[in-house]
């Protein structure tokens, strides 16, 4: 099994910054991906970034130029920087890890969430 905690969110204005984290504990060898998601109310849940072992990335267009997903493999950590939030950012953010050797399709892991607000 793996376990994912997100850390890091909370209540920011619009313009402003978080960075969440995401600990990868477990049977961490098995892990091949990490994605954030987010879902808002009466919305489907949707990924916002991705990372793959390989170094590969993926956004979501609103995402892009403002939102920068990392790994730590010593610390087992990923961590998503996001800049300049917008109210319609404001979601509860998902850490999802996948076993895929490739792609950014297949999720077999979720933590509980984290709040994220941006106030206008």
């Known amino acids: 099994q793996v376990q994912l905690v997100e850390s890091g969110g909370g209540l920011v204005q619009a313009g402003g910054s978080l960075r969440l984290s995401c600990a990868v504990s477990?049977?961490?060898?098995?892990?091949?991906?990490v994605g954030w998601f987010r879902q808002a109310p009466g919305k489907e849940r949707e990924i916002v970034a991705g990372i793959h072992g390989t170094g590969d990335t993926i956004y979501k267009d609103s995402a892009k130029g403002r939102f920068t997903i990392s790994g730590d493999n010593a610390k087992n950590t990923v961590v998503l920087q996001m800049n300049n939030l917008k109210p319609e950012d404001t979601a509860v953010y998902y850490c999802?890890?996948?076993?895929?050797?490739?792609?950014?399709?297949?999720?077999?892991?979720w933590g509980p969430g984290t709040q994220v607000t941006v106030s206008s």
């Open positions: 477990g049977r961490t060898f098995s892990t091949a991906a």
């Open positions: 999802r890890a996948s076993r895929a050797r490739v792609g950014f399709t297949s999720w077999d892991y």
